[in-house]
Structures are given as structure tokens and as C-alpha cells.
């Protein structure tokens, strides 16, 4: 899949994770080298491993397996000539025993076990580990590994016996000479210490002197011939540990390809269970997988933030993509990234943290666009980069194929974003791909609502403490909730209150989703027309759209007024004369609902409960209709302007 899509949703992060519970050199290459498959009945397969594995540990089950400690040095010398030492050969013995046990712990299991499969595999090498075993105790070759190394060790300590009596012998006759009463070796013979001064009343050679010169190391010629027998005999062990060690290299050497098929089993299991451990870890579990493209994440969780809130994230069925909208900070990225990860790491055969009614379909592709991207080695722009990774997203795309793109286009102009968006969408539904996008742009929940495939989904926010739930809502849009939270944020007053101003008066020409319904209507059955080839003409083909039904406008929404080319608020809902009352800059007027169109619904503007005479009275009638609902005040009145009547 592609690599940098992998890196965007920290998919090498993961793999890092499942590292850390692997316990040999195999298994963590193994873990180095996972890569998502595409492949269903071999998804299906390594899912249901690392589950065994993960049900098995649950259990309190203390799986033996092989650490390899030792054993990658081994086998990397086998066959060039080297001669093995006590060390390589008790690494290869606790390996052996450690395959044997593993091989009994998977027998005693459920034989339905996949898992358990590998563990018959593994040669006991009987032989082998039998001969380590009788000529190597301890991590030393045994006296008894064979005869002639048992008879020189014995003469050995016979030697070494004499030796010593000797050396002691000598020490008590010069004991008033000597400078401390203890023997040393210098250079393999044994010395002892004697005063500088008194050095030649001892008969022998000096070997060493201490650092200050107070000390000479005398070996006094009564043992030096005993001395001589001793090394002749070490010289002899030597030869005949060789021959031993000559022997169990051999044997290792004869049984390499068995040796190296244990250690590829053992590193399997190492790796299965690693991906299992780190499941249990996590609270990750196994899923269902299908091949219909249809995906339903029940409770998903990025498996890298502990205290994510779980999100369902559903499409596949009716439609193939979603258009997520939201406030900023209310979990939209966090969301493509965990859905990306989530069936990046599924298709690896890792568990994940989802509900195990949760299914997922196969895809062959999986390619993100999420953060800035920009580069100034590349004199790339925010925009320019993800301009860069769409491109790659328009070549790749097909079916099968998963797109997830943050806030397509914003980095550019709105209208030319807009528009760039929308092709960008209609293109990548068009070859089939699944696509799952957010945005800010009100023109792309009308398209969602209205394009075929695709789908309004929005992000829930807490309208009164301003606050993200991190819960998706699918089938409606979203808001940004940008003056509220810049206000909640301390922003100006003076400030907040002059963009509601500009956003309420400013005309913004777009493509509403009546109007955008009608046109993908159209389209769609011209499209439908010209392929049946049925030979009419254009005004033939052309559906036909039927009236209008006056438009319900409530109280807060924006529209948009054909006679004056501006925007206002609805105060007034229509009357029996289809007059509707609108606010135009502060102005009330009587307008023809026919010359009104739908501009923004209130839902769009304003939080749940939100109190619309903030934007319908001015801040003087609001002091007063408070007071009044207080207590009675003598006098006190609101008076209202004169309505103009725009017919």
C-alpha cells in the first residue's frame, strides 16, 4: 500500500508497538516486514491466529517460546569452518529444549486450533540435544564427555595438587622474607611475593616486580618442573576438549536445515503471539471481513490515544462516501486517521479496537492527505502539496480503493476551492473509489446531500458549553461553530459582533442543494437517456422539473432577496398574504415570498437553543423585554420600527 499514506496514519508506529512484545531476533523481523495484505482468505486467516493466541494468553496461559538468544550468531557461522564453544552450544541446547516444550504445550491445546499447526512441524533433533546435553554442564565441557578428557583432568588435579603443597611448603621456610603469605600466578605460573632486599636468598626465577619495587615474584626452582608437567597437561585438555567440541559441531552442522526450520517456526509463533499480546494490551479484538465494500466500525478507537471516545463510522450500502463537516477541534482528523490505521492494521491480521460485530471490506489501497504537507525543499504550498498527493489519488483511484482527504482544497480561493472540490469528488466517485472527506464548505454538504454515493456526515458539538463529543452523525451536516468558539475563546466583542454583521449581509453566491438535487437529477437522466441511444432530442431527454412548493422559511434563517441582490434574517414567518418579515442591516421589512430564496437555514448558523434575539433586537429593546420580564416598570416601553413593505 502506499508508503506515504503508511507513514501520515502512523501505521510504522504500530508495528513499533508490536515490536516491543516480541522476544526473538525472527520475530521482530517479521514484525519489520508486516505489510497490510489485500487477500481475503489470508486476512481471514492471520486474524484468527493472533485471536487464538490473544483467547490462549486470556487464559493465564504462559506460552514457551524460544528467545533465540544466541542462536542468530550460531546458524550466521554455520558452515563456514568455525569451531563452536561452550556458549554457542548451550544457547543451541535451551533453544532444543525450548522447542520441545513448545511442541507438548501446543499438543496439550484444542486440536481445532490453527495455531497449533506450526508446533507439529517442529524437529526434536533428539540426537543433538542429548550429546549438548552429556558434554556440556554449566556452560564447561563435563569431565565425562569423554574418556581420554577425564583421564588428563584427572592427572590435571593430581598435578596441581602436588604443585600447590609444594608452593606452600616453600612460603612456610620463607615466610620472614616474604612481603604478604599468599601465592600468584604471573604469566600462567605460580609466584611467590618476597621482599626486594631478600629476593636472592629463594632459589629460582623472577617473573614480575610490583609497581613500586618493594616487591619481587619469585618461582622458586622447586616447582618449576612441576610447573612444566602442568602446562604439558593443559595443552593435553585443550586437545581433547577440541575433539570435543569438533564432535558437537559436526553434529549441528548435519542437522542445520532442521535447526533453521525450528527457529523460522518458533519466530512465527514469537510473532503471532507479539500481535497478540499487544491486542490484549489495547483492548483490540477481531472482526468480520467481507468483499461487498461495505464497511460498518462499530466503537472505533485510535489504538495510539488512550482516552479516545469510540466512533461508528458506517458506508457501503446506499451510498460509497461521506462528507464529513464539524467544528475545528471536533475530532474530524483524528477520525480519517483512526478509520485509515484501523483497516490498515485489520488487513495486517492485528486485532483492533473496535466491536466485534464491526466488518470491514478488503481494500486494495488505502491513500491519505491529512496535515499541511508543505515543503520548502520542494517549494511545495499547503495547497500545492495536497494538490500532489490528489493527483496520485485520481490515478489510483478505482474499486476497492480508499481515499481520506482533510479540508480538500481550503488552502486556496473559496469559490475556486469550491468548485475544484467538487470535480475532484465527482471524479474519484466516478472510477468507484470510497472516499471520505471533511470540509468547512457549506456548497459541499449541499453536493453531498444531493450527488449520488455520497453522504453528509458531521461531527457532534455541545452548542451550550461549546464543547466537542467526538460522536459522527451520519446523514447530517455539520457546523463550524467558528464565532462561537472564537468568542468562548475571549475574543473581542467588538470583533465577533461585527463578523456576524458581515456574515449575515455579505451575498455569497452558491449552489444550494435543491438546486444542486435538480442538477444531478438532470444529469443523471441525460446520462441515462443518451446511453439507451434512443435517438430524442435534448428538450426530449430533459426531465421535467416540477414546481416549486413555497419554501417554509423559519424565523433565523438567511435569505437571500432577488429585488434588492442582498441577504437578511427572517424575524416573521410567512403570513396569510405570503408576506415573510426579513431584516436587512437592522432594517425590518414586509417581503413577497416569491422574491425570496433559501440562503443558509438557521441550523447552519446557530447552535440548538440559541437565542435569536441577540441578531433581531437591538441591544437597548434586549436591556428592556429582560427588565420587564423581571418586574413592572412605570413607562417603560418597546417601540417598534415602522415596517417597510416590499411587495
Known amino acids: ?136 554442564r554449566f556452560g564447561v565441557i563435563d569431565d565425562g564427555a569423554s574418556k581420554g578428557l577425564e583421564k588428563v583432568r584427572k592427572r590435571l588435579r593430581v598435578t596441581k595438587d602436588r604443585l600447590l603443597k609444594k608452593i606452600e611448603s616453600v612460603m612456610s621456610r620463607h615466610q620472614s622474607i616474604l612481603q604478604e603469605n599468599l601465592y600468584s600466578m604471573r604469566g600462567g605460573r605460580y609466584v611467590i611475593p618476597v621482599k626486594r632486599e631478600y629476593h636472592k636468598q629463594v632459589k629460582g626465577s623472577v617473573l614480575d616486580q610490583s609497581t613500586s619495587g618493594q616487591t619481587v615474584y619469585v618461582e622458586p626452582e622447586e616447582v618449576a618442573a612441576l610447573q612444566g608437567e602442568l602446562e604439558m597437561l593443559t595443552s593435553e585438555e585443550a586437545r581433547e576438549e577440541g575433539i570435543i567440541l569438533s564432535m558437537l559441531t559436526g553434529l549441528i552442522e548435519r542437522e542445520q536445515d532442521a535447526l533453521r526450520l525450528n527457529i523460522e517456526i518458533t519466530g512465527v509463533y514469537d510473532f503471532i503471539f507479539a500481535k497478540a499480546k499487544y491486542a490484549a494490551a489495547t483492548g483490540a479484538g477481531a472482526v468480520s471481513f467481507n468483499d461487498r465494500g461495505y464497511m460498518r466500525l462499530i466503537g472505533g478507537k485510535h489504538p495510539l490515544l488512550d482516552c479516545m471516545v469510540p466512533i461508528d463510522v458506517e458506508f457501503g450500502q446506499g451510498y460509497k462516501s461521506l462528507v464529513i463537516t464539524g467544528p475545528n477541534t471536533g475530532g474530524k482528523t483524528v477520525l ?19 466491536d466485534k460485530e464491526s466488518q470491514l471490506p478488503v481494500f486494495s489501497e488505502v491513500m491519505s492527505v491529512i496535515g499541511d504537507g508543505q515543503s520548502l525543499t520542494q517549494s511545495l504550498s499547503t495547497f500545492s502539496a495536497q494538490m500532489k498527493g490528489v493527483d496520485e489519488m485520481l490515478r489510483a483511484a478505482g474499486r476497492n480503493v480508499l481515499l481520506l482527504i482533510d479540508e480538500l482544497a481550503a488552502g486556496t480561493d473559496p469559490g475556486e476551492g469550491i468548485a475544484l472540490s467538487i ?31 455520497f453522504q453528509n456526515a458531521r461531527m457532534e458539538f ?20 467558528a464565532l462561537q468558539i472564537a468568542e468562548k475563546l475571549g475574543l473581542d466583542a467588538g470583533v465577533i459582533e461585527r463578523s456576524r454583521q458581515i456574515a449575515g449581509s455579505q451575498p455569497r453566491k452558491q449552489l444550494g442543494e435543491q438546486e444542486m438535487r435538480l442538477w444531478y437529477d438532470k444529469e443523471g437522466r441525460r446520462e441515462e437517456n443518451d446511453a439507451a441511444g434512443n435517438g430524442k432530442s435534448h428538450a426530449e431527454n430533459e426531465p ?104
Open 462 to 481: 455541545d452548542p451550550v458549553t461549546l464543547r466537542p463529543l467526538y460522536k459522527l452523525t451520519i446523514g447530517e451536516a455539520g457546523h463550524s461553530y
Open 1 to 136: 500500500m502506499h508508503f506515504q499514506s503508511r507513514q501520515t496514519l502512523e501505521y510504522n508506529l504500530i508495528k513499533e508497538e508490536v515490536g516491543r512484545y516480541a522476544v526473538s531476533y525472527v520475530g521482530r523481523s517479521l514484525i519489520a516486514e508486516l505489510e497490510p495484505m489485500s487477500e481475503l482468505t489470508a486476512i481471514h486467516r492471520a486474524v484468527e491466529e493472533t485471536a487464538e493466541a490473544k483467547e490462549l494468553l486470556m487464559r493465564g496461559s504462559s506460552v514457551p517460546i524460544p528467545s533465540l538468544e544466541g542462536i542468530e550468531w550460531v546458524m550466521s557461522l554455520l558452515g563456514t569452518g568455525y569451531l563452536f564453544n561452550e556458549q554457542d552450544f548451550t544457547a543451541v541446547g535451551v533453544f532444543l529444549n525450548s522447542c520441545g516444550q513448545l511442541r507438548k504445550y501446543m499438543a496439550s491445546k484444542d486440536a481445532s486450533l490453527r495455531i497449533g499447526v506450526y508446533a507439529s512441524s517442529l524437529m526434536e533433533l533428539k540426537t543433538v540435544k542429548a550429546e549438548i546435553e552429556r558434554c556440556i
Open 336 to 354: 480519517l486517521k483512526m478509520v485509515g490505521l484501523l483497516v490498515q492494521m485489520a488487513q495486517s491480521g492485528l486485532l483492533i479496537p473496535a
Open 544 to 647: 421535467k422539473v416540477r414546481p416549486e412548493q413555497p419554501h417554509s422559511f423559519e424565523v433565523g434563517d438567511v435569505v437571500y432577496i432577488s429585488s434588492l441582490g442582498r441577504t437578511g434574517i427572517v424575524y416573521e414567518k410567512r403570513d396569510s398574504k405570503g408576506l415573510v418579515g426579513v431584516m436587512v442591516q437592522k432594517h425590518k421589512m414586509q417581503i413577497n415570498q416569491k422574491r425570496l430564496k433559501p440562503y443558509l437555514s438557521k441550523e447552519e448558523l446557530y447552535p440548538e437553543d440559541y437565542d435569536l434575539d441577540i441578531v433581531l433586537e437591538t441591544k437597548e429593546n434586549r436591556k428592556k423585554r429582560k427588565l420587564m420580564g423581571r418586574k413592572h416598570v412605570e413607562g417603560l416601553m418597546i417601540v417598534k420600527e415602522k415596517e417597510r413593505d416590499e411587495r
Open 423 to 453: 470535480a475532484i469528488l465527482e471524479e474519484l466517485s466516478r472510477r468507484g473509489a470510497n472516499v471520505i472527506v471533511t470540509t468547512h464548505f457549506n456548497e459541499l454538504k449541499a453536493f453531498a446531500s444531493a450527488a449520488p454515493q
